[in-house]
């Protein structure tokens, strides 16, 4: 069942797109410095190691971003708040 559409919701959403621009850009900057440590220590080894390396920390990077981003989506535009049950559950926890 779909939430209406509300300011804070869409406050929420910018705020998701706002976190994964600085997640991509901060992921585009670890990848480019592993890449670089790597280079120092080790040489020119293989594409094929620095292409794994970089789709291995920038997959890990963007999926903990976009985990992070779907808690504070979550929360902002009151999906969390819409769940049948809710309080029920919270008076039958000691």
């Known amino acids: 069942m779909p939430l209406p559409q509300t300011p804070q919701s869409g406050f929420a959403k910018k705020r998701f797109i706002r976190l994964m621009k600085g997640m991509g850009i901060a992921t585009a900057i670890?990848?480019?410095?592993?890449?670089?440590?790597?280079y120092r220590e080790l040489g020119f080894v293989s594409i094929h190691f620095y292409i794994a390396t970089g789709l291995g920390v920038a997959f890990a990077m963007m999926l903990m971003g976009a985990l992070m981003g779907l808690v504070f989506l979550s929360s902002g535009s009151g999906h969390d708040e819409s769940m049948p049950g809710r309080d029920q559950d919270r008076e039958a926890d000691p």
């Open 30 to 38: 670890a990848v480019a410095l592993t890449w670089t440590l790597f």
